[in-house]
């Protein structure tokens, strides 16, 4: 059984600066794409950013391009998010999939192993 669990969330001022973590049991981490999705009150869960097997390919939000960034390290079994310049509209419980292949898919239906979620509060 995949275990993902989150870190980094929390409350920060508008225009600062949180890094999410998501770290992974098992090892077989480095064999599929991971994805981060955002659920705000009253909204769908959606993709925020996406990031292959190896790191090599990523894909994002319309909404986030050039804000956040994905990565990832395999050693460490663990994927990131930098979120910067964050805006109230970013608040929101944001939660670390793992997809059931290398390549990321852009729907929560590509993704069968997910985290418990980390609020992240966004403060004018």
């Known amino acids: 059984q995949v275990q993902l669990v989150e870190s980094g969330g929390g409350l920060v001022q508008a225009g600062g600066s949180l890094r999410l973590s998501c770290a992974a049991s098992g090892r077989t981490f480095s064999s599929y794409a991971m994805g981060w999705f955002r659920q705000a009150p009253g909204k769908e869960r959606e993709l925020v950013a996406a990031?292959?097997?190896?790191?090599?390919?990523?894909a994002y939000a319309d909404a986030v391009k050039g804000q956040f960034t994905i990565s990832r390290s395999n050693p460490k079994n663990t994927v990131y998010l930098q979120m910067n310049s964050l805006k109230v509209e970013d608040a929101a419980v944001y939660y670390c999939?793992?997809?059931?292949?290398?390549?990321?898919?852009?729907?929560?239906?590509?993704?069968?192993?997910w985290g418990q979620g980390t609020q992240v509060t966004v403060s004018s």
């Open positions: 990031i292959s097997w190896s790191g090599g390919s990523t």
């Open positions: 999939a793992r997809a059931y292949s290398r390549g990321y898919y852009t729907t929560s239906n590509g993704y069968n192993y």
